[in-house]
């Protein structure tokens, strides 16, 4: 099993740009929220959504990987339900919406490795899609000297 540096480091070999890391700052967020948006949409039951299964997952993935990722991913996450929930208390079409952001967000990270001049990670390895969220909080967290 491949430790949280392992995955930043392989990570990091595609997006060494300056472009491409603003792109990806703008858009990594983006998807993650658009996409929680859009699961939180599936209802279950009650109040249980497709978006609180699909992070049982991630969350078991981030947790064999680093502890404290976890926690600011799934901070994260709650901010992203939160903000979904919000949508959901207005007239707007939140599937709408939200596909719309993950539409130009994945646009905007295809864009930035074509300036980058290299695929993105994940055409590699499934998994990377899971490590571009870690990947920007390992940087607030080194800004914050929190040691991962």
């Given at each position: ?54 992070l ?78 870690a990947?920007l ?12």
């Amino acid at each position: 099993m491949k430790s949280i540096q392992q995955w930043l480091d392989e990570y990091a070999v595609s997006h060494q740009n300056a472009t491409n890391k603003l792109i990806h700052w703008i858009c990594v967020p983006s998807i993650f929220f658009s996409l929680v948006c859009l699961l939180n949409e599936v209802k279950l039951y009650q109040s249980l959504s497709l978006a609180h299964l699909v992070l049982v997952g991630a969350m078991l993935f981030y947790f064999r990987i680093s502890w404290k990722i976890a926690l600011g991913l799934l901070l994260f996450y709650f901010v992203c339900i939160w903000g979904s929930m919000q949508l959901q208390n207005t007239n707007i079409s939140v599937w709408k919406i939200a596909l719309s952001i993950f539409t130009i967000a994945w646009i905007g990270q295809f864009i930035g490795h074509k300036i980058e001049g290299k695929k993105p990670s994940f055409l590699d390895d499934i998994q990377f899609l899971l490590i571009g969220p870690a990947w920007l909080l390992s940087f607030i967290y080194k800004k914050l000297n929190i040691h991962y």
